[in-house]
């Protein structure tokens, strides 16, 4: 059923898709799928986001 949802979510009409640019939304769709993004974020994406930010409001 996921594979058949999956399909035909990636072959809409007019979508165009480059294997790297898929495989970054199936990496994606996995982690959320699997309840594994939160835990995900927390601890890879949130301190680089909060990183970032800093160092844009020194500059």
Avoid: I
Avoid at 4 to 29: P, Y
């Amino acid at each position: 059923m996921l594979q058949l949802v999956f399909t035909q979510r990636v072959k809409l009409s007019g979508m165009r898709w480059k294997k790297t640019g898929l495989q970054v939304m199936l990496t994606f769709r996995m982690l959320v799928v699997s309840d594994v993004w939160s835990a995900t974020y927390a601890e890879m994406l949130k301190p680089c986001a909060s990183k970032k930010m800093l160092l844009n409001t020194v500059a």
